[in-house]
């Protein structure tokens, strides 16, 4: 088994900058892909961006220059910079993790980006 425990969300004003942290516990194959998922109020759920254990990295177009996202393959841990955030990045943001065996997904963490 699997675990996913996020952490960072909050409120920011447009312009600012928050981190997420999602930490992945328990049975985690070598070879895997995770990363960052959002979804608006009516809309569907959208990939952010994700990174795998073998160096592929993918942003949503509207995220690129703005959003970073990183590991720490020692600590099974990713993250998520966000930067310059704009209101329409306002969303439920979940971690996600994928191996050949499974496909895993946080709680959820609100992100609201409002003056």
């Known amino acids: 088994q699997v675990q996913l425990v996020e952490s960072g969300g909050g409120l920011v004003q447009p312009g600012g900058s928050l981190r997420l942290s999602c930490a992945a516990s328990?049975?985690?194959?070598?070879?895997?892909?995770m990363g960052w998922y959002r979804q608006a109020p009516g809309k569907e759920r959208e990939l952010v961006a994700r990174d795998s254990s073998i160096g592929s990295t993918n942003y949503a177009d509207s995220v690129k220059g703005r959003f970073i996202i990183s590991r720490d393959n020692t600590k099974n841990v990713v993250y998520l910079q966000m930067n310059n955030l704009k209101s329409e990045d306002t969303a439920v943001y979940y971690c996600?993790?994928?191996?050949?065996?499974?496909?895993?997904w946080g709680q959820g963490t609100q992100v609201t980006v409002s003056s």
């Open positions: 996600n993790y994928a191996d050949k065996f499974l496909t895993l």
């Open positions: 328990g049975s985690i194959f070598v070879i895997n892909t």
